[in-house]
């Protein structure tokens, strides 16, 4: 057990609908990053926050926003959702902002029919 | 533009063999070089590897780092089943502090 939580671990919506992921971070991580990993690919930087601001972006779509709250705990919206959003979505979190050992929830599988 | 690549893409051997895996990498002002295990779902980590020529080894794997020839190796001795997942290497720098994921090794361990 990494100690990030994500919810929900599955979710089955429709084309054009909108969903919410949740992550808190490991006790005491200040940072939170999102993947993206679809199937059989390689994981894809979305977003990382560093305690509450947005510290880096790579490759995440204008229909997909996140934040970072006050205790931590991280949203990401995916929205306006096409099939091609189908994929795992993985929270990390670590202690320091820059690149170093990330501890990664469990994902959550989003399916969109 | 930074990068890396990992090879073999998939590996399968028989339980006992020992397995080496590659990654290869350009990044700006590199930092480090993680190395990370995936089985069913969340990758683990397995090592971090800032210098170069320095061996890190948790029980049959090992990692190594060479930063004259922009790559890195996972070893693994005496394999077993359960070593059978997705093998990610991901280096970093300091153009963005953000991590660089490989495709991966996918390794199969045949009993």
């Known amino acids: 057990d990494s100690g990030v939580t994500q919810t929900p671990k599955h979710l089955i919506t429709a084309t054009g609908q909108r969903v919410t992921l949740r992550c808190s971070p490991r006790s005491g991580d200040l940072s939170v990053y999102w993947y993206q990993q679809s199937l059989d690919q390689g994981l894809q930087f979305l977003i990382q926050?560093?305690?509450?601001?947005?510290?880096a972006k790579g490759n995440i779509l204008e229909r997909f926003s996140a934040q970072q709250f006050p205790d931590l705990h991280s949203e990401l919206n995916l929205s306006s959702l096409e099939l091609g959003d189908s994929a795992l979505y993985f929270c990390a979190s670590s202690v320091v902002s820059e690149a170093g050992e990330l501890f990664f929830g469990e994902g959550s599988r989003l399916t969109v029919l | 533009e930074d990068k890396v690549v990992q090879s073999p893409l998939s590996l399968v051997v028989h339980e006992g063999d020992t397995v080496t895996l590659n990654c290869s990498y350009e990044?700006?002002?590199?930092?480090?070089l993680l190395w990370y295990k995936q089985e069913k779902k969340a990758p683990t980590f397995l090592f971090m590897l800032?210098?170069s020529g320095i061996e890190k080894k948790s029980g049959r794997l090992s990692s190594i780092l060479d930063k004259k020839e922009l790559s890195s190796i996972l070893n693994i001795t005496a394999t077993q089943t359960g070593d059978s997942a997705i093998y990610l290497c991901a280096p970093g720098g300091d153009s963005n502090y953000q991590l660089i994921w490989g495709a991966g090794t996918k390794l199969i361990i045949k009993p």
């Open positions: 926050y560093y305690n509450g601001e947005e510290r």
């Open positions: 990044v700006t002002n590199f930092r480090s």
């Open positions: 800032t210098s």
